[in-house]
């Protein structure tokens, strides 16, 4: 396998692996604890609104609908999950991703957290770090927590990719 081959394989396996493992996390803390997750398609509208130059709004949820905003958000979601998994291997190296450890993905994970903090809830009428939300410590906490179980996620899929030989 060529070492280009090798890393893309590793980063998309890693990438959808680690948000699946928080889609997983967002089902549990729904069904067990009735918390409901990000709404994804919210997420949607708010990037198909960017071809027109618009990436912030007062509130997503008044903002004009965009045709796929549910799929659009998903797809977002995924691509910005290998996008992280990207930046984590190239930050860690690819032995890493051969051999992974904990302790790089699980805080590579938290400190990803500043990207709903200082993007997409400014972006979505939110604030930054949820500031303008009825309960910011509670959406603060509940980013680190998710974040957190994505670096937990990147470690595990890591792992996992590394099985395969």
């Known amino acids: ?8 394989l590793r980063i998309l396996g ?10 997983i996390w967002a089902q549990l803390l729904k069904h067990v604890f009735g918390i ?16 027109q130059g618009r990436f912030s709004h007062p ?4 903002a004009s609908p965009v045709p796929g905003e549910k799929v659009l958000g998903w797809i977002t979601h995924y691509t910005s999950g290998i996008l992280l998994a990207t930046i984590l291997v190239n930050l860690a190296g690819l032995n890493w991703a051969r051999q992974p450890s ?3 993905a699980i805080a590579f994970g938290i400190v990803s957290v500043a990207l709903p903090f200082l993007l997409m809830q400014p ?19 509940r980013s680190l927590m998710t974040h ?18």
């Open 1 to 8: 396998m060529q070492i280009t081959t090798e890393w893309i």
């Open 14 to 23: 890693i990438g959808i692996g680690a948000t699946l493992v928080m889609d």
């Open 36 to 51: 409901a997750s990000l709404n994804w398609a919210m997420v949607g509208r708010w990037v198909g609104h960017f071809p």
């Open 59 to 62: 509130s997503i949820a008044a």
């Open 102 to 104: 904990p302790a790089p």
């Open 123 to 141: 972006g979505m009428g939110a604030g930054i770090a949820a500031s303008k939300t009825p309960q910011p410590a509670q959406a603060r906490l």
């Open 148 to 165: 957190t179980v994505f670096g937990i996620g990147l470690y595990l899929a890591a792992w996992l990719t590394a099985q395969i030989r």
